[in-house]
T-cell receptor
Framework: GAGVSQSPSNKVTEKGKDVELRCDPI?????LYWYRQSLGQGLEFLIY????????KSGLPSDRFSAERTGGSVSTLTIQRTQQEDSAVYLC????????????FGSGTQLSVL | AQSVAQPEDQVNVAEGNPLTVKCTYS??????LFWYVQYPNRGLQFLLK??????LVKGSYGFEAEFNKSQTSFHLKKPSALVSDSALYFC?????????????FGPGTRLSVLP
């Protein structure tokens, strides 16, 4: 595709429910990142996939959060038993994979947990 | 560990005046440095990057940034601000020596350019 695509753009859920957020990176980009941006806050790193290497999960805030990347392309971020503090914009980014390559960001998924 | 500081939450500048958005970083090796901008209701966009070479890097929309190794800084600058430059600006760093490390972003600085 022309850019990084994220879906849904908005998600409202009830506390305790599970949610899945999808990211479709730019074709050919081997690196994929998930970040979280809370209202008025900076970007909090969640997880990073690079090619076939084991993902860097060091930013996941709890074991309720998990992510996978199938076939080196599409990624799904899953949040189980959502809590109100999970409300944020979840941003996905991809890059060609080299160290010095810039990130291309999607428009994000606004998650609201009621 | 990598870290980025943006000491100012908010910067206000009059249109036509020069602007500076400050960034300092900490890495164990040599850094790759980036600036991104987030306009209202839009995704983050790349502005410029420093990898190696000239300390003054030029980027999109007339922005430039100066890498200062001794001060571990990478301040974003523009000679003449526009109202349309009003946005949230993020500095980011990656450590060259630690392949596989992710990008670390600063907390962001909100720039307001007043007409």
């Amino acid at each position: 595709g022309a850019g990084v695509s994220q879906s849904p753009s908005n998600k409202v859920t009830e506390k305790g429910k599970d949610v899945e957020l999808r990211c479709d990176p730019i074709s050919g980009h081997t690196a994929l990142y998930w970040y979280r941006q809370s209202l008025g806050q900076g970007l909090e790193f969640l997880i990073y996939f690079q090619g076939n290497s084991a993902p860097d999960k060091s930013g996941l805030p709890s074991d309720r959060f998990s992510a996978e990347r199938t076939g080196g392309s599409v990624s799904t971020l899953t949040i189980q038993r959502t809590q109100q503090e999970d409300s944020a914009v979840y941003l996905c980014a991809s890059s060609l994979g080299a160290w010095n390559e810039k990130l291309f960001f999607g428009s994000g998924t606004q998650l609201s947990v009621l | 560990a990598q870290s980025v500081a943006q000491p100012e939450d908010q910067v206000n500048v009059a249109e036509g005046n020069p602007l500076t958005v400050k960034c300092t970083y900490s890495v164990s090796g040599n850094p790759y440095l980036f600036w991104y901008v987030q306009y209202p209701n839009r995704g983050l966009q790349f502005l410029l990057k420093y990898i190696t070479g000239d300390n003054l890097v030029k980027g999109s929309y007339g922005f430039e940034a100066e890498f200062n190794k001794s001060q571990t800084s990478f301040h974003l600058k523009k000679p003449s601000a526009l109202v349309s430059d009003s946005a949230l600006y993020f500095c980011a760093v990656r450590d060259m020596r630690n392949y596989g490390q992710n990008f670390v972003f600063g907390p962001g600085t909100r720039l307001s350019v007043l007409p």
